[in-house]
Nanobody
Framework: QVQLVESGGGPVQPVRSLRLSCAASGSISRIFNMGWYRQAPVKQRELVAAIARGGTANYADSVKGRFTISRDNAKNTVYLQMNSLNPEDTAVYYC?????????????????WGQGTQVTVSS
């Protein structure tokens, strides 16, 4: 299967920056779209940014111009550079990957999630 491990979260002051990383490992055949979602308390999980294998990216309106998603296909890693953070960005950030895993003699495509990393923006 495929495992996703996020890193880079933590407490940060408003207007500061953080960079999240998510590394995929396991029996990976191919990774298609990768993305970042977030979930704040008492809110639904929402898409923050996503990036296709070829590099095309899309963003939630709330983060356009402040966040940048990128990926390194050779390392099976996706990044989220977050600038000009504000308290409304406080949430657990989850990495997501649409990937094909090698399972025995078969190839299986599935949607995978990381365990999440907390980002807290506060003065």
């Amino acid at each position: 299967q495929v495992q996703l491990v996020e890193s880079g979260g933590g407490p940060v002051q408003p207007v500061r920056s953080l960079r999240l990383s998510c590394a995929a490992s396991g029996s990976i055949s191919r990774i298609f779209n990768m993305g970042w979602y977030r979930q704040a308390p008492v809110k639904q999980r929402e898409l923050v940014a996503a990036i296709a294998r070829g590099g095309t990216a899309n963003y939630a309106d709330s983060v356009k111009g402040r966040f940048t998603i990128s990926r390194d296909n050779a390392k099976n890693t996706v990044y989220l550079q977050m600038n000009s953070l504000n308290p409304e960005d406080t949430a657990v950030y989850y990495c997501n990957a649409d990937a094909i895993a090698v399972v025995g003699d078969a190839f299986r495509r599935n949607n995978y999630w990381g365990q999440g990393t907390q980002v807290t923006v506060s003065s």
